[in-house]
C-alpha cells in the first residue's frame, strides 16, 4: 500500500488534474499533507541544501525558514538528525511545513514531510499541501522517491 514511487519525468504539480487528485479535505481538523521521501544525499548535506533553499524562498520565493535543530549528537535509534521548521505564504492561503531528516550514517536519508494549511478557509486545499512538498524537493535537483502518508487525497 505504500510503496514508493520514482520520480521519473520533472513534472510539476501545478497540472490542474494532479492538484485535483490530491485535495485533501480536513484530514488534520484542516487540509494537510504528509509525505515520505527518500533522498539519495547524506543527511547533512541534504540538510543545508534542504534550509538554503528555504533561504533563498523556494522554488516561487514564498517559502520561509523557521527554525533547524541538529540532534545528531542524540543517537536515537529512528536514525531522526534533524528537523526543520518553515512556512509558506501565499497570496490566498498560508501554510506550516515540518520536515524530519533521518539516516543510519548512509548515503541515503529519509525525509518525513507535513505541510498543513493554516487559514481555515482552506479547508480543502486544491492539492497545496502535496504541491508544497513535491515542488520543494524536486527543486533541491536530488534524486527521490516519495510516498504519501497521511492527508494529501482524503476528505474528512
Ligand atoms: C550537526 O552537528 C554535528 C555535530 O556537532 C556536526 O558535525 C554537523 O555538521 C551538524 N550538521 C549540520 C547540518 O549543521
Ligand atoms: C499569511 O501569513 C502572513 C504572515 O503571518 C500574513 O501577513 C498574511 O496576511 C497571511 N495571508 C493570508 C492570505 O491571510
Ligand atoms: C535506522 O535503523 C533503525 C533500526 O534498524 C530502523 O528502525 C530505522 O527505520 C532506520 N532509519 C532510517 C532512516 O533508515
Do not use: W
Amino acid at each position: 500500500m505504500f510503496e514508493y514511487t520514482k520520480l521519473i519525468l520533472f513534472t510539476s504539480c501545478l497540472l490542474i488534474g494532479q492538484l485535483r487528485a490530491q485535495t485533501d479535505c480536513g484530514t488534520c481538523g484542516n487540509a494537510c499533507c504528509t509525505m515520505e521521501f527518500q533522498v539519495d544525499q547524506k543527511s547533512e548535506d541534504l540538510t543545508n541544501l534542504m534550509k538554503d533553499n528555504l533561504m533563498k524562498g523556494g522554488q516561487d520565493g514564498n517559502y520561509r525558514f523557521i527554525k533547524f535543530l541538529n540532534l545528531t549528537n542524540q543517537e536515537r535509534p529512528s536514525g531522526v538528525r534533524y528537523i526543520i521548521q518553515a512556512g509558506h505564504l501565499g497570496k490566498s492561503s498560508n501554510a506550516s511545513l515540518q520536515f524530519l531528516i533521518a539516516s543510519n550514517y548512509s548515503l541515503t536519508s529519509t525525509v518525513r514531510g507535513f505541510s498543513i494549511s493554516t487559514l481555515a478557509k482552506d479547508l480543502c486545499d486544491s492539492g497545496k499541501n502535496y504541491m508544497l512538498m513535491m515542488d520543494f524537493v524536486k527543486n533541491l535537483a536530488v534524486d527521490f522517491k516519495y510516498k504519501s502518508l497521511f492527508g494529501c487525497s482524503k476528505t474528512f
